[in-house]
């Protein structure tokens, strides 16, 4: 029997093999301090699972429309009224099972086979197996401190050629949690408009920026009249703290919504009801504050973290402004960043991600640390990690 060869080329999570040793050390009795996983370590407030579990007891279980829930949909148009000052239609909103579902959506109604899409390594994997996954072609490329580790008009006018459809940026990014330059978003949303290509941006990671503001890229499509060519990405998973919920959303030009209800009904038919029943109680003033408490304590997780890494010998060129992640170099310890993630993982019980499972440039020297655990947790990671690099 054959398979897929579209699933050849697509890598699995490396992290993925990791974490299933750190459980194996865990059930010998290992105390192992997880600095891998990307998703928050607190629980969904009680106000969204509360609501959640209110509509699971009222019956609420069949589906909603493939765009999602209308009452989601509206909120999520108000919450980009309130929280960024723009206006955008409830009928642009597209309720997805997560960012995941969002992205596919994206690329399945702006690609053809054969089309290039144009990504930075390192980047968040996913990007380039949901395009080749397509029959699409990935052209990645290299960023470093210089452009803040993301994509720049400069990159774009270097690498377009007459079979790009779209660019993906993400910004905070994972893995460095860097920001795109509003300017610089703006130049790059004008040249993929005039090339007729599509701009997609993940902004999975907004809510989580601990330096000032940022703003979505749905503003400069408002007031520059850059229209038709920006899809932004989001979901509930990081900012709202409910990963496993499986709810997310895009926000994409009037004229490829109806595209996306027909894939939409075709590959997931809808979003989780009660998820999205649940993210309703997502934007009320009391989930608010419970999640800008988590967001303080990531900030403060961050600026505990940094200086130590540095002081340890990583090094990090550009500061993370976003996110939970900070991207490190590790070439003072090692130029095999796979083996030294087992290293640490084997002898001091710290599980941190191979810069592999972002890309290929420098991949061998970098590794991601997630504060995705408490302080306590991480000091302990850093005391060993003194005792075992310095
Ligand atoms: C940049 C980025 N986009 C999208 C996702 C997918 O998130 P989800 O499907 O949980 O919303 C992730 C998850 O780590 C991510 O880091």
Known sequence: ??????????????????????????????????????????????????????????????????????????AIATFYKTRYAVNVAANRVVITPGASGALMLALGVV????????????????NKNFVRFLSGKV????????????????????NWSD??????????SNPTGTLLAK???????????????????????????????????????????????????????????MTGWRVGWLVAPDSLINNMDKLAQNIFLAAPTPAQQAALAAFNPETTS??????QEFKQRRDFLLPKLKELGFK?????????????SCEKFSKDSYQLA???LENIGVAITPGKDFGENKANTFVRFAYTTSIERIEEGVKRLAAYLV
Do not use: W
Request: one cysteine or more; hydrophobic letters at 40%; a negative charge.
């Open 183 to 241: 300017n610089e978003l703006m130049q790059m949303a004008a040249f993929v408009k005039e090339q007729g290509g599509y701009l997609i941006v993940d902004e999975i990671y907004h809510g989580l920026v601990y330096d000032g503001e940022v703003d979505t890229a749905l503003k400069i499509e408002e007031h520059h009249a850059i229209d038709n060519n920006i899809i932004v990405i989001n979901s509930f998973s990081k900012y709202f703290n």
């Open 111 to 126: 690609m053809q086979e054969g089309d290039e899409v144009l990504l930075a390594d390192p980047g968040y994997p996913c």
């Open 163 to 172: 079979k790009t459809t779209a660019v993906m940026v993400a910004s905070p």
């Open 316 to 328: 990090i060129e550009v500061e993370p402004q976003g996110a939970f992640y900070i991207y490190a």
């Open 342 to 344: 087992y290293d640490l």
């Open 139 to 158: 052209r990645s490329i290299a960023v470093d401190a210089s452009s803040d580790y993301q994509l720049t008009l400069k990159h774009l006018k270097e």
């Open 290 to 295: 419970i999640l800008e408490s988590h967001k």
């Open 1 to 74: 029997m054959t398979t897929s060869s579209r699933i050849d080329d697509i890598q699995p999570f490396h992290v993925m093999a990791l974490l299933a040793r750190a459980k194996e050390l865990e059930a010998e009795g290992k105390d192992i301090i997880h600095m891998e996983i990307g998703e928050p370590d607190f629980p969904t407030p009680e106000p969204i699972v509360a609501a959640g579990i209110e509509a699971i007891s009222q019956g609420d279980v069949h589906y909603t429309p493939a765009l999602g829930l209308p009452a989601l949909r509206e």
